[in-house]
């Protein structure tokens, strides 16, 4: 079993595409070094393999906090979990259920207008998590930059001290705190919790 995010740029003609590509390449590759695993194609589309399907739905998160640290920006991401019936040389050209169910939600995330949505071959599993994903998007879809900007660093220094974070922010603790808060860091690390206890029932 693995896990696949697609994803696309949200009104990608209205941003310079020089600034998102080197974000998303930097953000993909944050998340697997191996460019094997991960590709960039039609212009603002995407795609990654997460092997770990425990890490998919953090991983999600990680994208969109790197996307909306650049005013202006958002992104659609589909994870589908499933198995994979064929390893290409490149990531868009491997097959399996995780591949298929990640490309379809993509495109239903489109028509329902929705940023963030699991498809499995558990249908109880997906409506419940899908409904978690709705009511943690009121919050994540708002994220200003300095929001964005301390989930990326939380995710990517997940033991680390607020005042090691603000170190590297140039700021205070509590305003690391207040941050995070604004953010929903808690519920979405809760929610993460319970997403990979979901997972681990297929």
Same mark, same amino acid.
């Not at 079993?1 to 697609?6: A, E, G, K, L, N």
């Not at 949200?10 to 209205?14: A, G, Q």
């Not at 001290?161 to 953010?183: F, P």
């Not at 990979?196 to 297929?202: D, G, H, N």
């Given at each position: 079993?693995?896990?696949?995010?697609?994803g #696309?740029i949200?009104?990608?003609? #209205?941003q310079?595409?020089?600034?998102?590509?080197?974000?998303?390449?930097?953000?993909l590759s944050?998340?697997?070094p191996?460019?094997?695993?991960?590709?960039?194609?039609?212009?603002?589309? /995407?795609?990654? %393999?997460?092997?770990?399907?425990?890490?998919? /739905?953090?991983?999600?998160?990680?994208?969109?906090?790197?996307?909306?640290?650049?005013?202006?920006?958002?992104?659609?991401?589909?994870?589908?979990?499933?198995?994979?019936?064929? =390893?290409?040389?490149?990531?868009?050209?491997?097959?399996?259920?995780?591949?298929? /169910?990640?490309?379809?939600?993509?495109?239903?995330? $489109?028509k329902?207008?929705?940023?963030?949505?699991?498809?499995?071959s558990?249908?109880?599993?997906? %409506?419940?998590l899908?409904?978690?994903?709705?009511?943690?998007?009121?919050?994540?879809?708002?994220?200003?930059?300095?929001?964005? %900007?301390?989930?990326?660093l939380?995710?990517?220094n997940?033991?680390a001290? =607020?005042?090691?974070?603000?170190?590297?922010?140039?700021? $205070? =603790?509590?305003?690391?705190?207040?941050?995070?808060?604004?953010?929903?860091?808690e519920?979405?690390?809760?929610?993460?919790?319970?997403y =990979?206890?979901?997972?681990? %029932?297929?």
């Open positions: 079993m693995t896990s696949v995010i697609t #696309d949200i009104k990608s003609r #209205d310079n595409p020089e600034v998102w590509t080197g974000i998303l390449k930097s953000a944050e998340l697997n191996n460019n094997s695993y991960w590709e960039i194609y039609r212009g603002d589309s /995407f795609q990654i %393999e997460i092997v770990d399907v425990s890490k998919s /739905f953090l991983a999600a998160v990680y994208i969109k906090a790197c996307i909306k640290m650049e005013k202006g920006l958002d992104v659609r991401l589909a994870i589908g979990i499933g198995n994979k019936t064929y =390893q290409g040389k490149e990531v868009s050209l491997s097959h399996g259920e995780a591949f298929i /169910f990640s490309g379809e939600t993509l495109d239903l995330l $489109k329902n207008k929705q940023n963030l949505q699991i498809k499995t558990n249908n109880t599993i997906n %409506e419940e899908n409904l978690y994903f709705k009511l943690a998007l009121t919050n994540m879809d708002h994220w200003t930059v300095n929001s964005a %900007e301390i989930v990326k939380s995710i990517e997940p033991y001290l =607020q005042e090691t974070l603000a170190k590297q922010l140039g700021t $205070k =603790q509590d305003a690391i705190s207040k941050r995070q808060k604004r953010a929903g860091l519920n979405i690390l809760a929610l993460n919790q319970m =990979q206890q979901k997972i681990s %029932e297929l």
